[in-house]
DNA sequence: ACCATATGAGACGTGAATGTCTCACGCTGG
DNA sequence: CCAGCGTGAGACATTCACGTCTCATATGGT
């Protein structure tokens, strides 16, 4: 038996680690995450009481995530386009284990959900708004559908990326292009 | 005898009804399959060797009905965002389970996946590289990846209705107005 | 040197879901 | 009327993941 040199074990590295492997396979169990992580499955439930408890803190740092790409794009400053883009720009490290929690999310279904996602909502819907009111964005389309969209969007790029169907440099341009754009060939005006 | 014999349940009811349930919540058990079907356990057995083989026929009728709405959209006809229109309004009903299955792909690893769906992927493809070549369409953005950001947001189209922060009607517009024109504000021309 | 602590390995019990089986019932067709 | 078939109900074994537990060991601080 090897007996490791180790004391205290970092759960955000056991937390990055998770994220990495649920987004592959959500269905992972908790052997596999302590396996992937380097650690026992006993020292796993020591740092985590549970599943639950695992995925809640995936959630939590899912969501601490978007809120620091939230920060870091500075949804005020500039055209509402532009922050649009650094904000796919931001969150694109985070889209995959997005992914897997907004699939997760529609699990809880009588459960209260995270109020945090609330707030990212909000302000994510807020960037729209204000794309809508400087008559910039499209009024037919709701914030609250656009915001979806991105998520659905962001989903979609991510799981492409890891099939190998796309390039993670395309990544940011192919959704931002598409959410902003459209499909529709413009007129050079 | 020939002509099915009594009592015999409707194989097709049973999968609507599956597929109806596990869009809502996937990871609903087979008991609770067969309940929401309204025939015991055994009898969903007798059908559906288990619950892979389960998964395996709303496949296949994912498939089909895919394969329906692209029939019944006629793809070849008139422009290409005309076709995309009625393509997105003919597999609206489909949606759920296309989102369902989905997201269960993604758990098929290793395992071959049904090749019914690269017939469709290749289709879709086809539609928008169609635009691309008439003009109709940018060019920057692939047809693979306007095929996924299909999925995408028909996923998330059918996610919002499901919960009720859309309304049914507002679907095939939110969608096909996104999908084709994005975000931004056209000039009028 | 000693002791507290954190870890790894593994055993153990539990619960859920699955798949298989049997048996009794009711309906249909002959 | 009777035989056949499909069904419902339920028992049963099995598998699997989970959660808890114990114990040996290595590390770090005192």
């Given amino acids: 038996m090897v007996y490791g040199c180790l004391m205290a074990v970092d759960p955000d590295h056991v937390l990055r ?13 908790m052997d596999e995450v302590a396996k992937a992580a380097g650690i026992s499955r006993a020292t796993l ?15 939590s740092l ?13 949804l005020d400053e500039g055209t509402a386009s532009e922050a649009v883009r650094r904000l796919v720009g931001a969150i694109e490290p985070a889209a995959g284990l997005l992914g897997f929690l907004y699939t997760e ?9 995270n109020a945090g996602w609330t707030l ?13 009111l400087s ?4 009024i037919d389309l709701t914030p609250a559908w656009l915001t979806e969209a991105l998520y659905g969007l962001l989903a979609s790029g991510a799981w492409m990326v890891q ?11 192919m959704i931002v292009e598409l959410l902003l754009g459209g499909a529709l060939r413009r007129e050079e005006s």
Same sequence: chains 1, 2.
Wanted: net charge neutral; glycine share 8%.
């Fill in 17 to 29: 680690t998770a994220a990495a492997l649920l987004t592959r396979k959500s269905t992972a169990t």
């Fill in 45 to 59: 439930h020591r740092h985590f009481a549970g599943r639950d408890a695992l995925v809640r803190a995936l959630e």
């Fill in 62 to 74: 899912g969501i601490a995530e978007c809120e620091a790409a939230l920060d870091a794009a500075r």
């Fill in 105 to 113: 999310n529609q699990l809880f279904e009588g459960e209260e959900q």
């Fill in 120 to 132: 990212i909502d909000d302000r994510i819907s807020a960037l729209f708004r204000r794309g809508q």
């Fill in 135 to 138: 008559g910039e964005f499209r």
């Fill in 163 to 173: 099939s190998g169907k796309g390039a993670p440099k395309d990544f940011q341009h």
